[in-house]
């Protein structure tokens, strides 16, 4: 019989390296994803992939709108599925939202987590007219947004997808995304917007002790350069690599300069004949 978390999360475990290398998709995404980047650490790490409540192929039954009222209800669960299944040595690598859930992880847990991979992080996508800080959007937007995907949520999946995979090189990238949002229960995805584009987590940053890489594309509209920037600063000791491309998504558009970078972080990494 199947361990329970592994029904919920739809968890899947490649590799049996002395490390541990968690994935952990964005909005609207899952486990999927990170096809192109994973094969390359098989031989070194334990691969670890799910899905998050209420996306992919996880059970939707597990779902509880008050749990996952914020992030902290995600993070609960990679704490639990970790400790369940008794990770040693992990690293989190996490993809927009998921990004600041591995962080918010790390500070619940420094003893678990050894290390972070942020893959185009935003803590907050609102623009602070007071403070300076620039989040990609102004309130308006947001609020019209999520106005629009509680109308018309096919509709918003396939304007919105374009724009977050960045180039239109990619074509196959955004009707794949634009699916993957179109599978996802149409309410929880809605909740799980609000939760994501309103949130507001930059005071945590500063309370992220593990070493941390950054990876941060030039031209991304969902989570601009300044956004990148700005946690860079944050957290103490963070590595900020800025990617040579567009878009949401480096991990789809370019998997290669993403290994690659990952693997600078990752020292007991070995290169693998490509």
Same mark, same amino acid.
């Given at each position: 019989?199947?361990?329970? *978390?592994?029904? !919920?999360?739809?968890?899947?475990?490649?590799?049996?390296?002395?490390?541990?290398?968690?994935?952990?998709?964005?909005?609207?995404?899952? +486990?999927?994803?990170?096809?192109?980047?994973?094969?390359?650490? /098989? +031989?070194? &790490?334990?691969?670890?992939?799910?899905?998050?409540?209420?996306?992919?192929?996880?059970?939707? !039954? @597990?779902f509880n709108p008050e749990?996952?009222?914020?992030?902290?209800?995600?993070?609960?669960?990679?704490?639990?599925?970790?400790?369940?299944?008794?990770?040693?040595?992990?690293?989190?690598?996490?993809?927009?939202?998921?990004?600041? %859930? @591995?962080?918010? #992880?790390?500070? +619940? !847990?420094?003893?678990?987590?050894?290390k972070l991979i942020m893959?185009?992080? =935003?803590?907050?996508?609102?623009?602070?007219?007071? =403070?300076?800080? %620039?989040?990609?959007?102004?309130? $308006?937007?947001?609020?019209?947004?999520?106005?629009? *995907? /509680?109308?018309?949520?096919?509709?918003?999946?396939?304007?919105? @997808?374009?724009?977050?995979?960045?180039?239109?090189?990619?074509?196959? &990238? =955004?009707?794949? *995304?634009?699916?993957?949002?179109?599978?996802?229960?149409?309410?929880? #995805?809605?909740?799980?917007?609000?939760?994501?584009?309103?949130?507001?987590? !930059?005071?945590?940053?500063?309370?992220?002790?593990?070493?941390?890489?950054?990876? /941060?594309?030039? $031209?991304?509209?969902?989570?601009?350069?300044?956004?990148g920037i700005y946690v $860079?600063?944050?957290?103490?000791? =963070?590595?900020?690599?800025? *990617?040579?491309?567009?878009? $949401?998504?480096?991990?789809?558009?370019?998997?290669? @300069?993403?290994?690659? #970078?990952? #693997?600078?972080?990752?020292?007991?990494?070995?290169?693998?004949?490509?």
């Open positions: 019989m199947k361990h329970p *978390l592994v029904r !919920r999360n739809n968890i899947n475990i490649i590799g049996d390296g002395p490390e541990t290398l968690v994935f952990i998709h964005g909005y609207g995404c899952d +486990q999927n994803m990170w096809r192109f980047v994973t094969p390359a650490f /098989q +031989q070194n &790490f334990k691969i670890v992939l799910l899905d998050l409540v209420g996306c992919g192929k996880s059970d939707e !039954r @597990a749990k996952y009222s914020c992030l902290n209800g995600y993070v609960a669960d990679i704490i639990e599925i970790c400790d369940a299944f008794k990770f040693e040595n992990i690293t989190l690598v996490g993809h927009s939202v998921s990004a600041i %859930i @591995a962080g918010l #992880a790390s500070i +619940q !847990r420094p003893d678990l987590f050894n893959v185009c992080p =935003s803590p907050r996508y609102v623009n602070e007219e007071e =403070s300076g800080y %620039i989040g990609g959007f102004n309130q $308006h937007d947001i609020v019209d947004m999520l106005c629009t *995907l /509680q109308n018309n949520y096919l509709g918003w999946s396939s304007a919105i @997808a374009p724009v977050i995979i960045g180039d239109s090189n990619y074509t196959e &990238f =955004s009707k794949e *995304l634009a699916n993957s949002f179109c599978r996802n229960n149409p309410e929880i #995805a809605k909740h799980f917007a609000e939760v994501t584009f309103t949130g507001d987590n !930059r005071s945590d940053l500063k309370n992220i002790l593990v070493p941390t890489l950054i990876l /941060q594309t030039k $031209h991304d509209v969902i989570a601009p350069v300044e956004v $860079h600063e944050q957290i103490k000791g =963070s590595i900020l690599k800025i *990617l040579d491309t567009s878009g $949401h998504c480096p991990h789809l558009t370019i998997p290669e @300069a993403t290994i690659d #970078a990952m #693997a600078g972080f990752l020292p007991t990494y070995t290169f693998i004949d490509k």
